[in-house]
């Protein structure tokens, strides 16, 4: 295995320090050969209960004394008869992140690239985040013994990312500024400090640990999808699932790629509008604005990537509004008890976009990646809810309201 410029090719030793290309400063990708793959399957054969390390096999560590995990991964598929009747499709399924040890599916990555962190000797980590890169960061980060530096958005990140990224012990500093400006900023702390390892969405190996996601997808189904839904913020989730499939299908596991269909939220679009134009680049939003604040991006960092993802799977790139990600969450909800934050709502929203446009049909099959847990947005949750009566508690009260 090496690191490999994703534009250009330059190829780089495992064992580099680095997140961009020395020759053209495009991100570096993992890359396993056919050989590898096969060779290190014979030697850590998948077994034990699904979660990120079944997959060690697959995953670029040379040093698996040095592995922090918190058993992320091993997240339910679930079969949604009621909402797929609902929407009118034959089989749908969510692949519930939520289940994750923070909440999100972030923690596929930071547990390799935690790992990682103490494989290079660092004894700081960092991050910008929409809060629940940093949430899960603070988390590993605590149980590795490393400090944890994280740059936030002020005002703008979800009260449970915010709580959780506070008890884990991080040292946050609320910038005054977006997302966009948040990263830039915390790039160049790196840049300058060495000494602090960023686990950013810039870093190889976080999309390492996510590729986990479509292994699992194709071991419960016992095959591939037709379809997978992934909401896109910074675009690396969509690339990395992608990737997965294209090792399992490398390997001789599946015959066929699923095709990845990558939503956005109208207000932070960039990719479904390049995508939609056939371009092969991408113009940044200045001023992104949604309620799904985990992929309220202007300037998405694995954004050519998504792009490649989309088309190579044959996939698409639709956008959903606000309204659009509020009603799918409340029938995400309330058809199937699955609490999910906004933005993983927006996979839902662009199925049933999908399905009313006929770009998708009621006979495939498909999946939503449902990326983060409802309690991680609680004032989100209640400010679309129905609220509570408030009664006095005299049982005479309840004539009428209860039946
Ligand atoms: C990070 C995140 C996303 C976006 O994933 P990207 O890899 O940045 O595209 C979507 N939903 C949730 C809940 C997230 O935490
Ligand atoms: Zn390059």
């Excluded at 396993?32 to 079944?54: A, H, I, M, Q, T």
């Excluded at 944890?148 to 915010?162: E, S």
């Excluded at 371009?279 to 992104?288: K, Q, R």
Aim: with cysteine; hydrophobic share 40%.
């Amino acid at each position: 295995m090496e690191l490999q410029c994703f534009q250009c090719k330059h190829k780089l030793p495992i064992q580099a320090l680095a997140y961009t290309c020395p020759k053209c400063g495009s991100l570096l990708e993992v890359e396993f050969s056919d050989k590898e793959l096969k060779r290190n399957l014979k030697c850590y054969p998948l077994s034990g209960p699904l979660r990120v390390w079944r997959y060690r096999a697959l995953l670029p560590v040379l040093d698996f004394s040095k592995v922090v995990s918190l058993d992320e991964g091993g997240t339910p598929l679930i079969r949604c008869d009621r909402l797929a009747r609902y929407l009118g499709i034959e089989e749908l399924f969510i692949k519930f992140e939520g289940a994750n040890p923070t909440g999100s599916f972030k923690d596929r990555g930071m547990t390799l690239g935690v790992t990682k962190a103490l494989e290079f000797g660092a004894k700081i980590v960092a991050c910008a985040s929409t809060g629940n890169t940093s949430a899960s960061l603070a988390a590993y980060a605590a149980r590795a013994n490393l400090k944890c530096y994280v740059f936030l958005p002020k005002g703008k990140v979800a009260l449970g990312k915010l709580t959780q990224t506070l008890i884990f012990g991080a040292q946050v500093f609320a910038i005054k500024g977006n997302f966009d400006r948040a990263l830039e900023l915390v790039r160049e702390v790196c840049e300058k400090n060495p000494r602090i390892y960023l686990l950013n969405s810039i870093n190889p190996f976080r999309p390492q640990g996510q590729k986990t996601i479509g292994y699992e997808i194709v071991e419960q189904l016992n095959g591939s999808p037709d379809r997978v839904f992934v909401p896109m913020g910074n675009c690396a989730n969509i690339w990395a699932i992608y990737k997965g499939f294209t090792e399992f299908h490398r390997i001789g596991k599946i015959k066929k790629i699923p095709s990845m269909i990558g939503i956005q939220a109208k207000g932070a679009m960039p990719i479904v509008r390049a995508f939609k134009r056939g371009w092969d680049y991408f113009e940044p939003v200045e001023n992104p604005e949604t309620i799904a604040t985990a992929i309220r991006i202007g300037n998405p960092v694995n954004g050519i990537k998504a792009l490649h993802a989309i088309r190579r799977s044959k996939g698409m790139a639709e956008a959903v509004s606000d309204k659009e990600i509020v009603r799918a969450q409340k029938l995400i909800a309330q058809l199937e008890g699955i609490g999910v934050e906004p933005a993983s709502a927006a996979s839902v929203a662009g199925l049933i976009k999908l399905l009313r446009s006929g770009e998708v049909s009621k006979d495939e099959k498909v999946v939503c990646v449902a990326t983060g847990h409802t309690l991680k947005d609680p004032e989100e949750a209640i400010s679309i809810s129905e609220p509570p009566k408030v009664i006095s508690g005299d049982v005479r009260e309840l004539k009428g309201l209860v039946r």
